[in-house]
Nanobody
Framework: VQLQASGGGLVQAGGSLRLSCAASGRTFSSYAMGWFRQAPGKEREFVAA????????YYAEAVKGRFTISRDNAKNTVYLQMNSLKPEDTAVYFC?????????????????????WGQGTLVTVSS
């Protein structure tokens, strides 16, 4: 099982990026999927999540209104559209399927409920 995040790069504050996370080796169409990020010297934190059907989404307060998570189950891919980027959004971004626990607003943000972490993609926002 491999999860490959891509789409990161260097962008100026106020700019936009679209991240993709493609899964191979297994289909995750029946799983909720989440995006997390880890800034230098900080712990990994929840960013956004989406249930298997795509009809419900969840966001961290810090990104609400600026980021949008979506998925294409036919392509086994999850996306994160990031707009109005800020320097504090600088981090390595990871995606993972939620493999434990029921789906609630609280459980979606718990990192221990996710598995199969792949390589992340670096997002750098300059001021």
């Amino acid at each position: 099982v491999q999860l490959q995040a891509s789409g990161g790069g260097l962008v100026q504050a106020g700019g936009s990026l679209r991240l993709s996370c493609a899964a191979s080796g297994r289909t995750f169409s029946s799983y909720a999927m989440g995006w997390f990020r880890q800034a230098p010297g900080k712990e990994r934190e929840f960013v956004a999540a989406i249930i298997w059907s795509g009809t419900s989404t969840y966001y961290a307060e810090a990104v609400k209104g600026r980021f949008t998570i979506s998925r294409d189950n036919a392509k086994n891919t999850v996306y994160l559209q990031m707009n109005s980027l800020k320097p504090e959004d600088t981090a390595v971004y990871f995606c993972a399927p939620k493999t434990r626990g029921i789906t609630t607003a609280q459980t979606m943000g718990i990192i221990a409920n996710y598995d199969y972490w792949g390589q992340g993609t670096l997002v750098t926002v300059s001021s």
